[in-house]
């Protein structure tokens, strides 16, 4: 299970708690060069989804922005943005986050999920209901899915086959084994 779409945004006052509408895939730097290019960490698997012609949205009001060119310089993506020409532009988009629609992400191979997907399903253990999952740790062998209860504890479920039995994204589902040492 996979995705870099652990960091979203919902749209504006009155969308459902767990349907983001952008997925964050960067952050602003600095400008580069006198052109108004602006030079980005990219944070995303799948940075070829940056590309000319594409629509990024900017900063806390995820302002429409639309790439007309990218090039890389080591880690970094280096970006002309339309209406951005001269470093004194870009500088004004310094720290800002870069998201993309939701609409935008590719899908992933079956069995595979964006986090943001696995937020809010109710998470069984057989017949029993264990609470819903509230969010995604990434740890360094493998993500952590928190499952709250009603009562507001949480249960830390590690996303491995042994654990991990099934998910049904249509019935918002999971299905887990609850091995011992896991309550």
Known sequence: M???????????????????AFVLVGKLQRPHG????????????????I?????????????PVKVLRTRWKGKLLLLKL?????PEDAA????????VSVD?????????YYHHQLIGLKVYAGEEFLGVLTS???????????????????????????VILGIDLTSKRMDVHLME???
């Open 136 to 162: 995604v740790l990434q740890t360094g062998a493998n993500d952590v899915y928190i499952v709250e209860d009603a009562a507001g504890k949480e249960l830390l479920l590690p996303s491995i086959p042994d």
């Open 181 to 183: 040492g896991l309550r």
């Open 34 to 49: 006198v052109y108004g290019e602006i030079a980005m960490r990219v944070d995303t698997d799948f940075p070829e989804r």
């Open 82 to 86: 339309d209406g951005y020409n001269s």
């Open 51 to 63: 590309r000319r012609g594409k629509t990024l949205y900017l900063g806390e009001d995820c302002f």
């Open 2 to 20: 996979l995705g870099d779409a652990n960091n979203v945004k919902n749209e504006k006052a009155g969308s459902a708690k767990h349907e983001p």
């Open 92 to 99: 004004d988009l310094t720290n800002l986050l870069a998201f």
């Open 104 to 112: 935008d992400i590719p899908p992933l191979p079956e069995g595979e």
